[in-house]
């Protein structure tokens, strides 16, 4: 129902943009109009597109990062919840891990630091003076964007799985466990963090933090079943070697995307490439 649309490459990574995504401009808007203050909601939407834009570049950060250490990123996505930008792998090094998830939070820093910098040379950043309702639109506009970046900052830090915070915490466990025991640990401290966040902004109303929540804790135990997956895919790998049943396959394709899928039909693991399904693990 929702397609997406490709803004372009950014440093050789095709970007786009999720058709959801504009259901948050229009929800501005919408709520700006009928509150008869259509120019100050045409400034919020403004503003969310510049917040947007600094959104894409943490994803960019994570993508330059890892291409660093030769892992590709397939695309970046801008979502109405955020960005992600899909990585065909996370590195096994927890040492990679970290700087992989760092990036994304240090390019928010950078900006709020480049945007303070701007402010003083203007005169702007003085003791007190950081209330935007206190400074003409322009400086507000611009103290908000810088805000908006130290938010976006220590957000993404909070060690809730996958979030960047997460990733780290799994990235420092897997110094001293397995990263399937590793993973776990960070899901369930992820999920803790998710349940308490849910609860609390259905008691506050703040229904958006309780979706986000939602979203994380999903996400967590998704990508939890895909380390599961892969753990399973190296134990039977392994067999394979020693003399287990790994045989080519040639169905047509299953879905558009790569990895390994549980086929209890087959009581097989199945791997696909690009929505083809190229072998087989037996059980």
Same mark, same amino acid.
């Given at each position: 129902m929702?397609g997406?649309l490709r &803004?372009?490459k950014?440093f050789?990574?095709d970007t786009?943009?999720h058709?959801?995504f504009?259901?948050l401009?229009?929800? #501005?808007l919408?709520?700006g109009v009928?509150?008869?203050n259509?120019?100050?909601a045409?400034g919020?939407?403004?503003f969310?597109?510049?917040?947007?834009g600094?959104?894409?570049? @943490?994803?960019?950060?994570h $993508?330059l990062?890892?291409?660093?250490?030769g892992?590709r990123t397939?695309d970046?996505?801008?979502?109405?919840?955020?960005?992600? %930008?899909? &990585?065909?792998r996370?590195p096994?090094?927890?040492?990679q891990e970290? #700087?992989?998830?760092?990036a994304?939070?240090?390019v928010?820093?950078a900006i709020a630091a480049g945007i303070f910098?701007g402010?003083l040379?203007?005169?702007? %950043?003085?003791?007190?003076?950081?209330?935007p309702?206190a400074l003409?639109?322009?400086?507000?506009?611009v103290?908000?964007l810088?805000?908006a970046n130290?938010?976006l900052?220590?957000?993404?830090?909070?060690? $809730?799985?996958p979030?960047?915070g997460g990733?780290?915490?799994r990235?420092?466990l $897997?110094?001293?466990?397995?990263?399937l025991d590793a993973?776990?640990?960070?899901?369930?401290?992820?999920?803790?963090l998710a349940?308490?966040?849910?609860?609390?902004?259905?008691?506050?109303? @703040?229904f958006?933090?309780t979706f986000v929540?939602?979203?994380?804790? &999903?996400?967590?135990h998704a990508?939890?079943?895909a #380390?599961r997956?892969e753990?399973?895919r190296?134990?039977?790998?392994?067999?394979?070697?020693d003399g287990g049943a790994?045989?080519?396959i040639?169905v047509?394709p @299953?879905e558009t995307?790569?990895g390994w899928?549980?086929?209890?039909?087959?009581?097989?693991?199945v791997?696909?490439r690009?929505?083809v399904?190229?072998r087989?693990i &037996?059980?």
């Amino acid at each position: 129902m929702f397609g997406s649309l490709r &803004l372009g490459k950014f440093f050789g990574i095709d970007t786009y943009v999720h058709g959801t995504f504009w259901l948050l401009p229009l929800f #501005v808007l919408v709520g700006g109009v009928a509150g008869g203050n259509v120019s100050g909601a045409a400034g919020e939407v403004l503003f969310l597109f510049s917040l947007f834009g600094c959104v894409a570049l @943490h994803e960019v950060g994570h $993508a330059l990062a890892a291409r660093y250490y030769g892992v590709r990123t397939r695309d970046i996505t801008l979502y109405p919840m955020g960005g992600v %930008a899909s &990585l065909e792998r996370m590195p096994e090094k927890p040492g990679q891990e970290v #700087v992989i998830a760092l990036a994304g939070p240090a390019v928010n820093l950078a900006i709020a630091a480049g945007i303070f910098v701007g402010l003083l040379g203007g005169g702007v %950043a003085l003791p007190g003076s950081f209330d935007p309702s206190a400074l003409d639109a322009v400086d507000g506009f611009v103290v908000r964007l810088m805000q908006a970046n130290l938010f976006l900052l220590l957000f993404n830090l909070i060690p $809730a799985f996958p979030m960047d915070g997460g990733r780290v915490l799994r990235a420092v466990l $897997a110094t001293g466990m397995s990263r399937l025991d590793a993973t776990k640990a960070a899901v369930g401290v992820g999920s803790v963090l998710a349940v308490v966040g849910g609860v609390y902004g259905l008691m506050a109303g @703040h229904f958006m933090l309780t979706f986000v929540a939602v979203v994380v804790f &999903l996400l967590g135990h998704a990508e939890l079943a895909a #380390v599961r997956a892969e753990d399973s895919r190296w134990r039977w790998g392994r067999s394979g070697e020693d003399g287990g049943a790994i045989r080519v396959i040639d169905v047509r394709p @299953h879905e558009t995307f790569s990895g390994w899928v549980w086929d209890a039909r087959r009581r097989a693991w199945v791997e696909w490439r690009d929505g083809v399904a190229v072998r087989e693990i &037996l059980n």
